[in-house]
Nanobody
Framework: QAQLMESGGGSVQAGGSLRLSCAAS????????MGWFRQAPGKEREGVVI?????VTIYGDSVRGRFTISKDKRTLYLEMGSLKPEDTAMYYC??????????????????????????WGQGTQVTISS
């Protein structure tokens, strides 16, 4: 079972930047499909970006061109730029073997959280003020 720990959330003004980090084991980073998802109060969980084990990335429409995912041996990163108030949400790091649910969720835009095949971090809050 993968274990994930996010950090780096906070409050910034619109137009600013933040970097989120997700610590994981080397085995998790190299074996699992990894991704960032977010959830605002009263809304479904939204796929932000996923990175497959072969390095292919898939971004959600709302963040494409503003956010960048990257990883090293033990950490997954999310660089967020040109932040908008609508980016305000709890951000979750996630891992899934195979990535089938990841691809369905990011293609659909939003979905109900899945804990059957997906491992989630505890989340880190990002708040963007106008």
């Amino acid at each position: 079972q993968a274990q994930l720990m996010e950090s780096g959330g906070g409050s910034v003004q619109a137009g600013g930047s933040l970097r989120l980090s997700c610590a994981a084991s080397e085995r998790t980073i190299s074996t699992y499909q990894m991704g960032w998802f977010r959830q605002a109060p009263g809304k479904e969980r939204e796929g932000v970006v996923i990175v497959q084990s072969d390095g292919v990335t898939i971004y959600g429409d709302s963040v494409r061109g503003r956010f960048t995912i990257s990883k090293d041996k033990r950490t997954l990163y999310l660089e967020m730029g040109s932040l908008k108030p609508e980016d305000t949400a709890m951000y979750y790091c996630a891992a899934e073997l195979g990535g089938a649910w990841f691809r369905r969720c990011i293609s659909a835009g939003a979905c109900a959280p899945n804990s059957a095949t997906v491992t989630w971090g505890q989340g880190t809050q990002v708040t963007i003020s106008s």
